[in-house]
């Protein structure tokens, strides 16, 4: 089933799932104002619009690819859009983000900076994908019990981690509230740590800038980590993922998009930012 719809929460909280309502001005006919809808119920409703439309794309896309799901977040304005939203995968990579966000919690936690020995497994992490900098953070961290007690912290509710780090299973719904964490000035990641992620997020290696940046715009900024693996029990199929986030003065998204199934890499990175600039092209952000 399709995730639908973007709507209006800034308070936090799940994104919308299958059946649920776009936006309380599209739900249905309300009691018009004497002098019509407000700025913000046409706001609403062109939203709703614009979210059912781009249901309407990604199922037709959906129909000639492998499975896949994504989901998008404007800080600006609060709405969510998610499609296949609480759909399960294995994160390859991606999971690095949790681990570089675990690894800040607990450096915090202790009242105290990252080490450089910490600091230089994170770097390599996180630009380079390096899995021997992920399994010795993983390790000094505590391993999964360490991994998911922070993700509590982080809302993540639809996530486990595998101790095979890479085989840990999440949902787009999920990364995007990731995504939001590193950013919010009320989360849990203080001033420093949320410096610190954006600046290795948005340094990664050129060789692994593909997926998210997709959808960006010229001069517009953006952070992105990225996930592959040939997945033995799927017959050495690609898992091909992207999560990262989209500003400028006048954009701020957060973008996520899992996948499985593909017969290459590059094949998947096709689907994988086909998925995100489909966003764009409808939402309009």
């Known amino acids: 089933m399709v995730g639908l719809g973007m709507r209006d929460d800034s308070g936090g909280g799940g994104l919308p799932s299958a059946g649920a309502f776009r936006d309380q001005a599209a739900a249905g006919p309300a009691s018009p104002a004497p002098t019509g809808p407000s700025p913000e119920e046409l706001a609403a409703q062109q939203r709703a619009e614009r979210s059912k439309a781009l249901d309407t794309a990604l199922q037709k896309f959906a129909a000639t690819v492998p499975e896949f799901s994504v989901a998008v977040l404007d800080k600006k304005t609060g709405a969510k859009y998610s499609f296949r939203g609480t759909e399960k995968y294995e994160t390859a990579s991606v999971v690095k983000v949790q681990v570089l966000a675990c690894l800040l919690l607990t450096a915090q936690d202790n009242d105290r900076d990252l080490s450089s020995t910490e600091l230089a497994l994170a770097k390599r992490m996180i630009r380079l994908s390096d899995n021997d900098a992920t399994t010795s953070l993983f390790a000094r961290l505590g391993k999964a019990p360490a991994i998911n007690k922070c993700n509590e912290r982080l809302g993540l509710t639809q996530t486990t981690v595998n101790g095979a780090w890479g085989l840990t299973r999440t949902t787009v719904d999920d990364q995007v509230r990731l995504l939001a964490q590193l950013v919010d000035a009320k989360g849990p990641l203080d001033e420093d740590s949320r410096e610190l992620a954006h600046t290795l997020m948005s340094t990664v290696d050129d060789e692994q800038d593909w997926g998210v940046p997709a959808a960006a715009l010229a001069g517009e900024d953006f952070t992105v980590k990225n996930g592959w693996l040939p997945r033995s029990t799927e017959s050495n199929r690609w898992i091909i993922n992207s999560v ?28 994988v930012e086909k998925a995100a600039k489909l966003t764009r092209q409808y939402l309009k952000y």
């Open 244 to 271: 990262g986030r989209i500003t400028d003065d006048d954009t701020d998204v957060s973008i996520a998009v899992l996948s499985h199934g593909h017969a290459s890499m590059s094949g998947g990175i096709n689907v």
